[in-house]
């Protein structure tokens, strides 16, 4: 019932991920009540993102500028002997926020709830596997997968294989587990309380 | 912590509504992933939302083509003795979709939830009485705002405007108001059990 332009943009917004087509609507509706300048802006912001970001030849962050490295990457002052493998970008840009791990990264890509071979194989564990060969003063690898039940899984696996790719001697850890900040025993799932229990200081 | 581009358009994004800042950057990280044809698509629908849609100087309902009436303003197909105020173009779809109403629409603006002064001056109730002097021949105004707690004020204040602007003998009604379908009265609240008893037929 909406007018052909509408209807098209409608359906490419309903393809964003979370989004179904009556938010799509809502999108339409906000952009066309948006002053000229400002959907300006993001017409240039979303073909920015596709001429400039490119993908770390080496970690597969995105990033901006010269070269194949990420800023983080090309940085002589991170600590070469820790690796953090996250899922994907926003757990790196989470675990920057808070300023406390100088090591360098690897995202793996995203685990999804159905854990079949052909998502499995999405994962770059063979990039992970080659990183690890030329990265060779790797002493720590911290695996940073969310705990959810496919994130474990991939985890374990992650784990197991790590262990045999990495010389002797050199470590492979996994974050610590608990009671998040702000969490009441008495809503905390069993794993949560139980490994509450054994991580204790 | 992410690059300046990723930045700009994660802030661009989180102002669309339902939108926060994690969505947001899911948004971004999506559009990354997309090829560049489909990130074209979406660009130059935007552009064309902007270029082509105009407003309809009649009801407001958004348009494009020629001139300076939407489709369903122009057609002389349509009951001109009949009028439908809604509040949004998403309504005035939804009710176009059930293809049982065949009159004229005007659309009202968005009631908010807060009802300032302000937020009412933000109606077009200025330009419903201009345009109920304009369409003459109208038999009937059906007010079709939502139901919400706002909504109904917005009913009740709209309701008394029209029967003081409408000449004698013509009708100002709302929709019928009860038990959707699916739903259970076990569930329903009292408004909704008392609209539904007092609309029974």
Redesign the interface.
Known sequence: ??????Q??ID?FAK???VGP??A????????KLP?EE?E???S??????E??KTCHSCFN???GEGKLC?ICKDSNRDKSLLCVVE???D??SI??IKKYNGLYFILGETVSTLKKSDLLKLRTKELEERIKEQKNIQEIIIAINPTAEGETIALYLEKLLKKALPEGKRVTRLGRGLPLGGEIEYADEETISSAFEGRR
Chains 1, 2 share one sequence.
Not at 1 to 6: A, D, H, L, R
Not at 45 to 50: F, G, H, M, Q, R
């Open positions: 019932m909406f007018s052909p332009t509408i098209k943009l490419l964003f991920p979370t009556r938010t609507a809502r999108f339409v509706f906000y952009l066309l000229g959907a802006k993001i017409i912001a979303i073909s920015n993102l596709k400039k970001v995105s990033f901006e800023v994907k970008e926003s790196l840009a920057e926020k």
